[in-house]
């Protein structure tokens, strides 16, 4: 298997679902019964979708490509639920990673916004792009180069130097493994960040940023420990031993609630017996990469 896996061996149609897999409901789906547009414009380019990467109930995601580059684009949520319109969560979940990304524009290991997306002359203020990373999502026991962690806490540390957690850290595919073999760090829709308006805001609210921060390293020492155990200077034991309290209260809830989720695509028939993302039209693009065995990348040097 060569040493660096990337999405492009995993192209799937666009348009068609692979043999074997079921799409969502409608109102499991972002875009609902739609696709993401075949052609967009994004800074006076045009674009074509090349491949969908995921469509859940969140956001609809593909990579595009112009005659000179490629991009990431991300089409937040439209579908109403039962009658109830979802436009505007759309509209505030594009808002918000736009603005994560021009806070946090300049640092290295941070993709670069692309800016707005429109679609037929109509501006698309549910949808974001980015500068598209060629590489894989971070796989599991997978052994990335000994300049990984190093380099990705160097991120991190600039990252929270702006006021910015990221607060989805624990999650292994928003931490992409680029083909050179560098960190870079994805997907800020639920991160959190001081007020830069409200200086009676930021001061109120610095003691959550600091604990949020405080997550983000949990986790990054985590990923330490399941991919260069010799970095951590510790075992998983010892970190679980460490966890802060608000890291168990939120398990207490979002471990529930997937497991709800998941037994709900299993009853749908969208997902097979055993809950696996894999059986899923669609699924994030992290979990249609075999589970076996990233090879270690190559020593940095």
């Known amino acids: 298997m060569p040493s660096s896996f990337t999405f492009s061996s995993l192209r799937i149609p666009v348009r068609s679902e692979p043999e074997g897999v079921r799409s969502r409901p409608a109102v499991l789906r972002a875009l609902g019964a739609n696709d993401p547009p075949m052609d967009v414009e994004i800074a006076g380019e045009t674009f074509q979708l090349e491949e969908v990467l995921k469509h859940d109930s969140w956001a609809a995601t593909g990579i595009y490509a112009s005659s000179t580059r490629q991009a990431l684009c991300k089409f937040n949520r439209q579908q109403p639920i039962f ?21 946090l524009a300049g640092i290295e290991g941070i993709p670069r916004s692309l800016g707005p997306i429109s679609s037929n002359g ?49 999650k292994r595919e928003n931490i992409l493994v680029d083909d050179q073999g560098r960190p870079w760090l994805i997907d800020f829709q639920i991160s959190f960040a001081l007020p830069r308006k409200s200086r009676f805001a930021a001061t109120v609210l610095r003691g959550v940023l600091k604990m949020l921060q405080r997550c983000d390293e ?62 899923e039209a669609f699924p994030e693009v992290a ?12 020593e940095a040097g």
């Open 287 to 298: 979990h249609r990469l075999p589970q076996a065995i990233v090879p270690a990348e190559r």
């Open 122 to 170: 109509e501006l698309l203020d549910h949808a974001v792009s980015r500068q598209w990373i060629p590489g894989h999502a971070l796989a599991p026991r997978e052994r990335v180069n000994s300049a990984f962690f190093p380099t990705f806490r160097h991120l991190l540390a600039a990252v929270h130097a702006r006021d910015v957690a990221h607060v989805d850290l624990h």
């Open 218 to 279: 949990y986790h990054l020492l985590k990923h330490v420990i399941s991919h260069r155990p010799g970095q951590a200077g510790m075992t998983l034991a010892d970190l679980e031993g460490r966890r802060p309290w608000w890291i168990k209260a939120h398990r207490r809830v979002a471990v529930p609630f997937r497991c709800v989720r998941r037994r709900l695509l299993v009853t749908l028939g969208i997902r097979s017996a055993e809950g696996q993302a894999s059986s």
């Open 83 to 103: 009658g109830l319109p979802m436009r505007w969560l759309g509209r505030l979940l594009a808002t918000r990673e736009a603005g994560f990304m021009e806070r």
